[in-house]
């Protein structure tokens, strides 16, 4: 037997949050996002851009990084972030989404989707957006439509009869072109603030 090395990809890192295969079905067309031009999870634009769910490696890849440019992070420890991935995935309904650049290893962009269940509308269930956030530096290559219509579609996929976001007044514009509304007499975020530990 020969001595080469095979590349061996090590299974905790590259573990994902979510079965990746839905991200390659969702189809572009049901959105009302304009891209030029035509791009999607599966076929973003570049060879060197992936869009998956979020892998145990991304805490090496500046997920948190890209994340303290949207609010504070604080000083998220690898332990930390490694027990938060594996509660999130073991009570299910968060949709952590990421977007690669593969030729840096870095994390570019991400969305959030976490799915509530409800007993109305016949025990529906909900999405929340979240945590929407794109390395500006990457400007004009749709990326945060490409992140937003990925994680909006998704839920649609998983059976949501509505996804709600809050968001800055700037971005009110942004959203509307994805296809969300300001539902008239029913658009108003409200939060209570407790301490903050970050
Ligand atoms: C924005 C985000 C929300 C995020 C919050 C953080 C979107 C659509 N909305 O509202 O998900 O959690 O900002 O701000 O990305 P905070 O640190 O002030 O709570």
């Known amino acids: 037997m020969g001595m080469e090395k095979h590349h061996v990809e090590d299974p905790w890192a590259s573990e994902s949050l979510y079965p990746p295969d839905i991200l390659q079905k969702l189809d572009f067309s049901k959105s009302p996002a304009i891209f030029k031009p035509k ?5 973003p634009g570049e060879d060197w851009i992936v869009v998956r769910p979020l892998q145990r490696s991304d805490f090496d890849k500046g997920f948190l990084q890209l994340l303290s440019q949207l609010t504070s992070t604080g000083n998220i420890t690898r332990k930390q972030f490694d ?7 073991a009570s299910g309904g968060y949709y952590v989404t990421v977007i690669e650049d593969t030729r840096v290893a870095k994390i570019i962009g991400a969305a959030t989707l976490t799915i509530e269940q409800k007993f109305i509308h016949n025990c529906s269930l909900k999405g929340r957006l979240e945590d929407v956030v794109v390395n500006d530096t990457y400007r004009g290559k ?3 439509k490409l ?3 990925t994680v909006s579609l998704l839920a649609q996929e998983l059976g949501c009869y509505k996804m709600a976001l809050d968001c800055k007044d700037k971005l009110i514009k942004f959203y509307e072109s994805l296809g969300y509304k300001m539902e008239p007499g029913n658009s108003n975020a409200m939060n209570m603030r407790f301490d903050d530990p970050s």
């Open 142 to 144: 749709q990326l945060g």
């Open 147 to 149: 992140i937003v219509v």
């Open 83 to 89: 027990e938060r991935f594996t509660q999130m995935k």
């Open 39 to 43: 791009i999607s999870a599966a076929q």
